[in-house]
């Protein structure tokens, strides 16, 4: 049989009142009776009883009895539980058992690789592939509509270049690229900004914004066939409705994983968001570069014209160090031309399809220079 | 002891938790609340906010924490389907109606969104305060908070506007009668906290840090957010026994700045550490300066749901307890 002692010193606190009474705990099979320094007892039943405190090592226990009026017991010895436990083992499920306490580091542990586990699973498995279902059920309608809202927010009509010959050549070779999608939802639309930014966007439901910027660094029209290749597939593989749905679900499992978000918290996981989003965009922009490698050569562009578009960019690309790896949203261009000449000597080289003679597309690139 | 000697005890809050152990618990809370896509998170909040009541100890005795997962979870339910839904269903009937117009659909929704605002947001903290306080006690006696809603209405609209039409320069009298409400509604039992602040001692420490702020890249802030909580607690007594805080800007400074940065370079885990940094700072300057007479408080619990602290989970307003 265990030894205990009997008569623990404790406190208690009657619930009418902050006055602390020191008092003397005795333990029976069925309860256990209070006597204070006057002599009177105070009998708890053991069904009436909760722990409230004494979970962690160093921490007083507290018993408490009652609910509108709650009388509480507070213990410094922290022996008590262990004896309580072995005097009336049938109130083991309520009171906490010290010696499960050095368990805890490895629930921790195991909790902790839980997270681990679980959130690899949604953001690598659940959310790639939940979007990809979602995406491909959104209507074209809707994204077409979300395509417009964007454009007439970003480019103002004074933006818009309207210079025939140009919107001729670029819709010639939009024309191009696009009859080897008969099957695409999408209508096709190329729009030149009059901005000196070196970029071009493709947005949900057809429409292409090449910037004055970019065009002017072409050396051919078949360098920005390579360019708006790339642009067409991002839109045919619904990149930028994904990257929608999987932000969302993102927001979504990070909210549901802090409850309330604390401001200061959010801090930290907004930075883990953004890396973690970086990741799906970088995997994006290859398959645009794979995808629309293959398209130019269908369409009878020659290939190796975007990676030498690609190569002109890449200067100043290098100038960013190398850890910048992990911050951009598109892997660096001397990666991404390592990967196409991976599988440029699979497609034709020739020209099939022919725009413009060099001497044309010199003065015609111009047409829209960049309005400030 | 005689009465000089008294007037000069300083009672200070002491914490015990730890922060490894409070990482686990948040861990664990992590987990569970993942895999129960967020239901568990009421259950989680409950467990962090009894343990660290329960590590907080005032004169040899710890905090308890009373409330429960269960009610939170009734509370945000009830939250979520008298005010989100209907708000929705608004929300979409006003942008149906207006058809294309949607900067008139956009207008109208802001402006009731804001005139909402300034009515919803003291409901939340009024009975976020009042639930938060009832569940908490000290020696078997619980709290309360016995303000009231439409007092705090009035308090507020008055302070948002004026604060608005003067640029911000009533805002130190508006922060002065939101804390005088909070503080002067707050009981122990049954005798309440008293303050005598006035909004007029702050405002030349509010202009000069206005003046300062741009000159210091907004780091005279905190020199004013501690004057602000030194003057507070020194206007704020319980029975025979005054507030004071010790903080200065210096030790805020330090303090936010460390914190910002531990959380940012542990994409948030570093949370632990900062609560624990927290509650050192608030032992070390704060204190109850003077007799502690207890001996005629009596227990006078009220009665309080958690419906406007399930509203404060969705909306994301700290009802200023930070627990």
Redesign the interface.
């Known amino acids: 049989m265990l030894h205990y002692k009997n008569d623990w010193p404790a406190f208690y606190f009657d619930g009418q009142t902050p006055q602390r009474q020191k008092v003397k705990i005795r333990l029976y099979t069925s309860s256990l009776v209070i006597v204070k320094d006057d002599g009177s007892q105070i009998k708890w039943d053991y069904g009436s009883i909760r722990q409230t405190q004494g979970f962690y090592a160093g921490e007083t226990i507290r018993l408490e009895r009652g609910e509108d009026i709650t009388e509480a017991l507070v213990i410094e010895e922290p022996d008590f539980l262990s004896a309580l436990r072995s005097v009336a083992p049938g109130i083991s499920q309520k009171i906490d058992s010290p010696s499960l306490r050095k368990l805890r580091p490895s629930l921790m542990f195991v909790s902790g690789i839980g997270v681990i586990v679980f959130v690899a699973i949604v953001y690598l498995g659940f959310i790639p592939a939940f979007t990809s279902w979602a995406a491909y059920r959104v209507p074209a309608k809707w994204e077409k509509g979300l395509g417009e809202k964007i454009v007439s927010d970003l480019v103002p009509d004074s933006k818009k270049c309207e210079d025939k010959k140009v919107r001729n050549t670029v819709n010639r070779i939009r024309d191009a690229l696009v009859k080897n999608l008969p099957q695409s939802p999408y209508e096709f639309k190329v729009m030149v900004v009059q901005d000196p930014l070196v970029n071009a966007f493709a947005l949900p439901g057809g429409i292409i914004l090449v910037y004055a910027g970019l065009m002017e660094q072409t050396k051919t029209p078949e360098e920005l066939a390579g360019v708006l290749a790339h642009e067409v597939q991002h839109i045919e593989r619904r990149h930028t409705t994904k990257r929608i749905l999987q932000h969302s679900s993102m927001r979504f499992l990070l909210a549901a994983a802090t409850g309330k978000a604390e401001s200061l918290a959010q801090l930290g996981f907004d930075a883990a968001y953004l890396l973690g989003a970086m990741r799906y965009s970088r995997a994006q922009e290859q398959e645009a570069d794979i995808l629309g490698l293959k398209l130019l050569s269908k369409s009878g562009f020659p290939p190796r014209a975007y990676i030498s578009f690609l190569k002109s960019m890449q200067k100043e690309d290098d100038s960013l160090p190398s850890y910048f790896k992990y911050l951009l949203t598109h892997p660096r261009i001397s990666e991404r031309v390592r990967k196409l000449e991976e599988i440029v000597s699979l497609y034709p080289a020739e020209t099939q399809t022919k725009v413009n003679s060099g001497a044309e597309w010199k003065k015609l690139k111009k047409a829209c220079h960049a309005v400030k | 002891m005689n009465g000089e000697s008294a007037a000069l005890q300083k009672h200070r809050l002491a914490f015990?938790g730890?922060a490894g152990?409070l990482?686990?618990i948040r861990?664990?809370n992590?987990?569970l609340?993942?895999?129960t896509?967020?239901v568990y998170?009421?259950w989680?909040?409950t467990r962090i906010r009894?343990?660290m009541l329960?590590?907080t100890e005032f004169e040899?005795?710890?905090f308890?924490y009373?409330g429960t997962g269960k009610e939170l979870f009734k509370g945000w339910t009830k939250a979520f389907c008298v005010f989100i839904l209907p708000l929705a269903l608004l929300t979409g009937i006003v942008y149906v109606i207006s058809g294309n117009n949607e900067e008139i659909a956009n207008a109208v929704v802001s402006v009731a969104g804001g005139i909402a605002t300034l009515f919803v947001y003291p409901l939340i903290l009024v009975g976020s305060l009042r639930y938060r306080l009832s569940r908490t006690?000290?020696?078997?006696?619980r709290f309360s908070f016995r303000g009231q809603v439409r007092d705090l209405v009035k308090i507020f609209v008055k302070g948002s506007l004026l604060s608005m039409i003067t640029l911000g320069l009533y805002y130190p009298y508006f922060q002065t009668q939101m804390y005088a409400f909070k503080v002067s509604n707050a009981y122990f039992?049954s005798k309440k906290f008293e303050f005598d602040g006035d909004g007029r001692d702050l405002f030349k420490p509010f202009l000069l840090s206005l003046l300062l702020f741009f000159p210091t890249f907004g780091m005279y802030g905190f020199w004013y957010e501690a004057k602000k909580q030194a003057y507070f607690s020194s206007r704020t007594s319980f029975s025979t026994a005054k507030f004071s805080s010790t903080m200065t800007g210096w030790d805020l400074a330090k303090h936010v700045s460390g914190?910002?940065l531990i959380?940012?370079f542990?994409?948030?885990?570093?949370?632990p550490w900062?609560i624990m940094r927290k509650m050192r700072l608030l032992s070390n300057h704060a204190s109850l300066d003077g007799e502690l007479a207890?001996?005629d408080?009596?227990?006078d619990?009220q009665k309080v749901s958690a419906f406007s602290e399930g509203f404060?989970?969705i909306v994301?307003i700290?009802g200023g307890l930070d627990l």
């Not at chain 2, 006690?137 to 006696?141: A, D, H």
């Open positions: 015990h730890n152990t990482f686990g861990t664990v992590l987990l609340t993942m895999v896509l967020g998170s009421f989680g909040k009894s343990y329960s590590q040899g005795d710890r308890a009373h006690s000290w020696r078997g006696i039992g914190s910002v959380l940012i542990t994409l948030g885990m570093g949370l900062i207890l001996t408080i009596v227990q619990a404060e989970s994301d700290d």
